[in-house]
């Protein structure tokens, strides 16, 4: 039998999805012919052409100029009249950024105080009160000259039994480090490796350079836990690979006093993150994720969403959920400054829904956006960081990440996450070297042909079968269990994608 799900004939009752009251527009929840009669609370149509899976459908004629609403908010505008029953796309909605209205908190909304009992998890305790939910010792590249040398150190212990509190030895290989102009981008890289450096999941690390490139290795501290050398200094790749592993087999004899112990659920680190968005997304997937987000923030610990182009048009949304004004104009401050990035090499926001994403049926990054914000949940916004940058908790976060996948998990790792939980509809498939992450389905055909990929399927919420609550405390058991040791399928699938954001030009 296929694995592709065999779609039962729609009825008008389950044809389509209503999101809010005043929507003028529904969702199709299963490919829909030409003269299938769709009726949601409020509305009946019969559809005037066929309309894919996830698209949308006009509920009431539509005049041209006139909004189109999802989730009872704008996501373009119409660029002629439709009538109903027809196919809502890309070739009859206009995009426009618009001028949105800010509503700041005039007033602090206090930290609550965690419960006093909260779910726990067995996890390694770091002397700065962190957590590490795995146990690596790190081989990070200063630059792309020590990048291969980095690898073959860390592809020396593959056949080779390490102590069982010891996740594995890993490396940082990437294409930077060398050809920057010297400030903000030199900044922002050495304080991505650092986080690596420095990452509760890690126990011990070695910091690698040529020993001449823009980015040297006298930038990141040396301690006990972390050892800098240089090929140069070492005689050679042959020469460092045996220096390395000598200083790393210290290293585990130092590590030999980790051991997981029973902590709080408040140590939790969780990275929100999506890749190849669907339609769905909105509706199953990153809500269930938001329940998730939120029952962590009510335990004390900290969620962090990210993507800064993948806000736009919802960034409203999270400003009126900012702790103090404060908060909320470093979010607004973050979407300047990245559309300042975008204005000098003539981009646009928009330019972000992927071909994928559109025949998902998103249209443009207004939709997208509404969709993708739901990760957050609906807490308080207490926190937000630049990319790379430290965070604190607890409480609901978030960091100023691209939207493209690599390079936002990334900038989440060297904040300090020590899980990721990453919603697709498309089945992307992608992990990170030390941090587990869990795949989260939107639908159910793309769970069900990419199992290997994913970890839960929250396309059961679309196929009537759970709640989003009920798959929102799945993930946080499945999340618990993740951070006591069990691995998530792109750990075993040996995923290692590390991608540091380059802003500057290349020398």
């Known amino acids: 039998m296929s694995l592709v799900e065999i779609q039962k004939l729609p009825t008008a009752d389950n044809a389509a999805i209503l999101l809010h009251p005043s929507d003028n527009i529904a969702i199709a929840r299963l490919t829909l012919p030409p003269g299938q009669v769709v009726a949601v609370p409020g509305s009946e149509v019969t559809l005037r052409e066929a309309v894919p899976v996830g698209h949308k459908l006009a509920l009431r004629r539509i005049e041209a100029g006139e909004n189109l609403l999802r989730y009872g908010q704008i996501i373009g505008l119409a660029l002629n009249t439709i009538e109903p029953g027809a196919h809502v796309h ?14 700041f908190p005039e007033h602090e909304t206090p930290l609550p105080a965690p419960p006093a009992e909260v ?17 690596y010792i790190a081989v990070v590249a200063a630059s792309n000259c ?61 910091v690698l350079g040529l020993g001449c490139e ?3 290795i006298d930038q990141y501290p040396g301690s006990a836990r972390v050892v800098g050398m240089t090929l140069q200094d070492s005689g050679g790749t042959l020469a460092t690979v045996a220096a390395a592993r000598h200083e790393i087999a210290r290293l585990i004899g130092q590590a030999s006093v980790d051991h997981r112990i ?3 659920a408040s140590k939790i680190c969780l990275g929100l993150n999506c890749g190849g968005s669907d339609s769905f997304s909105g509706i199953t997937a990153n809500p269930a994720l938001g329940f998730c987000s939120d029952a962590l923030a009510r335990l004390g610990a900290t969620t962090v969403l990210a993507e800064t182009p993948e806000i736009v048009g919802a960034e409203h949304l999270l400003v009126r959920r900012a702790r103090n004004r404060a908060v909320g104009e470093r979010l607004l401050e973050m979407i300047r400054s990245y559309k300042t990035y975008l204005d000098r090499f003539g981009g646009s926001f928009d330019d972000n829904p992927s071909p994928g994403n559109k025949e998902g049926g998103l249209t443009n990054i207004l939709e997208k956006a509404l969709g993708a914000v739901a990760k957050g949940g609906t807490s308080t916004l207490n926190e937000v960081v630049d990319y790379a940058e430290r965070i604190h908790g607890p409480g609901f976060a978030f960091m100023n990440t691209p939207g493209y ?24 498939a992608i992990g990170f070297p030390i941090v587990p992450v869990l795949k989260i389905a939107t639908n159910t055909q793309i769970a069900r042909r990419m199992l290997d990929n994913m970890d839960i399927n929250a396309g059961t919420i679309a196929d009537g079968e759970a709640t989003v609550e009920q798959v929102g405390n799945d993930i ?17 699938l040996g995923h290692q994608e590390f991608v540091p954001w380059r802003i500057g030009p290349v020398l």
């Open 214 to 216: 823009v980015n040297q």
């Open 119 to 135: 779910p726990t998890f067995q996890g390694y305790l770091r002397a700065d009160g962190r957590a590490g939910t795995r146990n």
């Open 90 to 103: 890309t070739h009859n909605v206009g995009f426009d950024e618009g001028q949105r209205r800010y509503e």
């Open 476 to 492: 946080l058991r499945t999340l618990l269990s993740i951070a006591s040791g069990e691995r998530t399928k792109s750990e075993r």
């Open 405 to 428: 996948d690599p390079v936002s998990l990334t900038g989440l790792a060297a904040g300090g996450v020590n899980l990721i939980a990453f919603t697709t509809g498309r089945g992307s």
């Open 146 to 206: 020590a990048a291969h040398t980095a690898e073959l150190i860390a592809h020396s212990y593959l056949n080779e039994t390490l102590p069982a509190n010891i996740d594995g030895v890993v490396a940082f290989p990437h294409g930077e480090g060398c050809g920057h102009a010297i400030g903000p981008d030199t900044v922002q890289l050495r304080r991505t490796l650092l986080g690596i450096l420095d990452h509760p999941n890690v126990t011990a690390a070695i």
């Open 262 to 264: 029973t902590l709080p």
